[in-house]
């Protein structure tokens, strides 16, 4: 069957979203698009035969042809639209944040354990890299020893003109502590920040770089470096401690921007979420990652106010995210990157 998507945001991450859909994704067509910018839209849907202009998002998310939507608009965007997708009853993939508070999050994963079934995946892409699946799949097999600790860089060559002081931690540093949970199985137990002098190539008022670290529930201790005026490129890295050995990520070259790193992720997410949404399954990141990625940015934020470390604190596990998600679905999805 083939899963009738709409894309609600056509900006940088919804045009690319569309167009690997339309030619490379099995099993999905796009039906649908929108974006509060309606010449955008436009533009887009003209690059596939047959997809429709919503200018309204929640029409879009109601229209009886769409099975499942994907949300790439702006991050204060997101709660509204993910939960007219649960009212909708409509699988939903939404692009990281889950929502721009802790408080949007924490409410779509109440609607959704209401709801009793899990349709909303966030795109931590990272999830499905080639580099980080096998640096997972070398920690499960024990070929580090048990995990000591976590070095981690997330380095964008330039910030985005719309970077705000707290976005290096609520928009970059919230892939590192999903990607520290999903690698780890564990929580984020407490965090700490330290700031440098700042960068002068950085904005006024944006403090880069920072060092945070985090301490999981299990006792391993993560240091995350984020940069994000770096200039020299975009440089994710990972480097896992175990008490046998150590392991990081496949290298790769030194990027532009995070699309072309990454783009085997999102392609390898996109086909992951069109294959769950298509059979009733889950995959990938849920509400409940989306939510614990939203406390640690938050309590970071706390942290580099007040100069201490901060624990983390969450409300117990709702039974509905009990199994984690990448147990039921394919980890390394087949797809054959053109
Ligand atoms: N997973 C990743 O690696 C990654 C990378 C970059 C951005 N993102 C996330 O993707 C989302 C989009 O980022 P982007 O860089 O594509 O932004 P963008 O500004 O390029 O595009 C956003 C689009 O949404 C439209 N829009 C604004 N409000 C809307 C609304 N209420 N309804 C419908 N459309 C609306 C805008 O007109 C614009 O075309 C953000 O949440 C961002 O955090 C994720």
């Not at 029409?59 to 709660?79: G, K, N, Q, R, T």
């Not at 024990?142 to 981690?152: D, E, Q, T």
């Not at 407490?190 to 770089?209: E, H, I, K, N, Y």
């Not at 290298?251 to 990454?262: H, Y």
Request: aromatic share 6%; net charge negative.
């Amino acid at each position: 069957m083939t899963l009738r998507v709409g894309v609600i945001g056509t900006g940088t991450m919804g045009s690319a979203h569309v167009r690997t859909l339309h030619t490379e994704i099995s099993d999905a067509t796009v039906v649908a698009v929108s974006d509060a910018d309606l010449d955008r839209a436009n533009a887009v849907a003209g690059e596939c035969a047959g997809t429709r202009v919503f200018p309204a998002a929640e029409d879009l998310i109601a229209a009886a042809d769409v099975d499942a939507v994907v949300i790439a608009a702006p991050d204060e965007a997101h709660e509204p639209l993910v939960l007219a997708c649960l009212d909708a009853g409509k699988p939903v993939l939404c692009e990281k944040p889950l929502a721009a508070t802790v408080a949007g999050c924490l409410r779509i994963v109440e609607r959704e354990v209401a709801l009793g079934r899990r349709l909303v995946q966030v795109g931590y892409m990272r999830r499905f890299d080639p580099a980080y699946v096998e640096l997972k799949r070398t920690l499960r097999d024990g070929r580090v020893g048990a995990p000591l600790m976590l070095h981690c860089a997330h380095r964008n060559a330039v910030a985005m003109p719309w970077f705000t002081p707290e976005m290096p931690i609520l928009n970059s540093a919230v892939h590192e502590f999903d990607v520290i949970r999903w690698l780890l199985s564990a929580d984020i137990a407490q965090v700490s920040v330290f700031t440098p002098r700042s960068s002068s190539l950085a904005a006024a008022g944006l403090s880069d770089p920072r060092l945070l670290v985090v301490e999981t529930s299990s006792g391993v201790l993560a240091d995350i470096e984020i940069f994000v005026n770096a200039q020299y490129g975009y440089d994710v890295r990972c480097e896992l401690v175990g008490e046998t050995s150590t392991a990081g990520l496949t290298p790769t070259p030194v990027f532009r921007d995070f699309r072309a790193r990454f783009a085997d992720a999102y392609r390898r997410q996109l086909q992951s979420w069109v294959t769950a949404a298509g059979t009733n399954g889950a995959c990938g990141a849920g509400a409940w990652d989306g939510y614990a990625a939203g406390v640690a940015a938050e309590t970071c934020l706390q942290a580099a106010e007040e100069r201490r470390t901060v624990a983390v604190t969450m409300p117990k596990r709702p039974a509905l995210y009990e199994s984690p998600t990448e147990e039921q679905c394919v980890i390394t999805p087949s797809v054959t990157p053109i």
